[in-house]
C-alpha cells in the first residue's frame, strides 16, 4: 500500500494517493518544518491542501525517493531521500528521510515525517 501511494504520488496521482489514505488519517511533519505548523494534520483533504498543495508553490520540482521499505505488523518505515529545487532560489535538495506510517484496516491512519529541516527551509528561502 505504502508503495502504492509513492507511485501515485510520482505520476502525480493526487487522489489515488487520497483514495488510500483513512477518514481520518493523522498526518505530521518533521518539527521544524515550513509545513509542521498545521500538524497533524487530519484528515485527506487537510493533508492536500496543508501539505502537498504547499510542497507545489515552495517547489519547481519534488520527488520522494524510496529504497528502504520495513513492515511490521501495522507498522511501515520508509527510508530514502527528497529531490527538489526551491522555487525561491533554485536550491536543488536531496536530504535523506525517514518516515513511519501506520496501516489500519486496509488505509493509511497515519504518518510521521523524520527529515533535515534545515536542508528544506534552505530551498524555500528560509535560514542559511
Known amino acids: 500500500m505504502i508503495e502504492a501511494l509513492y507511485a501515485a504520488f510520482a505520476a502525480g496521482d493526487i487522489p489515488a494517493v487520497t483514495a488510500l489514505m483513512a477518514d481520518d488519517i493523522h498526518w505530521s511533519e518533521a518539527e521544524g518544518n515550513k509545513l ?3 500538524s497533524p494534520y487530519k484528515g485527506p483533504q487537510a493533508v492536500v491542501e496543508g ?8 517547489f519547481e520540482t519534488f520527488e520522494v525517493e524510496i529504497d ?8 511501515v518505515v520508509t527510508a530514502g ?3 527538489g529545487t526551491g522555487r525561491a532560489n533554485g536550491i ?3 536530504p535523506r528521510i525517514a518516515s513511519f ?11 510521521q515525517q523524520h527529515v533535515d529541516t534545515l536542508i528544506l527551509a534552505q530551498a524555500v528561502g528560509g535560514p542559511e
Open 101 to 111: 506510517w501506520t496501516v489500519k484496516d486496509g488505509k493509511i491512519a497515519a504518518f
Open 81 to 83: 531521500r527528497y529531490r
Open 36 to 38: 509542521a505548523d498545521r
Open 92 to 94: 536543488t535538495i536531496a
Open 51 to 58: 501539505v502537498f498543495q504547499r510542497l507545489a508553490e515552495d
Open 68 to 75: 528502504t521499505i520495513l513492515s511490521e505488523g501495522d507498522l
